[in-house]
Nanobody
């Protein structure tokens, strides 16, 4: 079965850290660029970070630059998001996503570019 499974979310105080993991099942991770998105209660899903197939390129939304780091291990079929210096405004459900389109161009920050999504993991940052 093809699926993405996120883990690592939880409750943390402001200034703390979390490491999210995305386990990939049923497909060869190295073939696809990957992204992390988040959705806060009552808000639209927003881009957080993305990484190319071979990790040569990574992208971040401005609000997390310098605090979050995306990485991937194609051999282990996992994608990670290390989140440091967490803020209450980082509170959201975080989703891992894969772009299986194999299109030559990659709109890494658009949710519509990704066609496979995990179920999400809740991150709550208390002040």
């Amino acid at each position: 079965q093809v699926k993405l499974v996120e883990s690592g979310g939880g409750l943390v105080q402001a200034g703390g850290s979390l490491r999210l993991s995305c386990a990939v099942f049923g497909l060869t991770l190295s073939s696809y660029p990957m992204g992390w998105f988040r959705q806060a209660l009552g808000k639209e899903r927003e881009f957080v970070a993305a990484i190319s197939r071979t990790s040569t390129r990574s992208y971040y939304t401005d609000s997390v630059k310098g605090r979050f780091t995306i990485s991937r291990d194609n051999a282990k079929n996992t994608v990670s998001l290390v989140m440091n210096s967490l803020k209450p405004e980082d509170t959201a459900v975080y989703y891992c996503a894969a772009d299986r389109s194999l299109e030559p161009t990659w709109a890494f920050d658009r949710a519509v570019s990704y066609d496979l999504w995990g179920q999400g993991t809740q991150v709550t940052v208390s002040s």
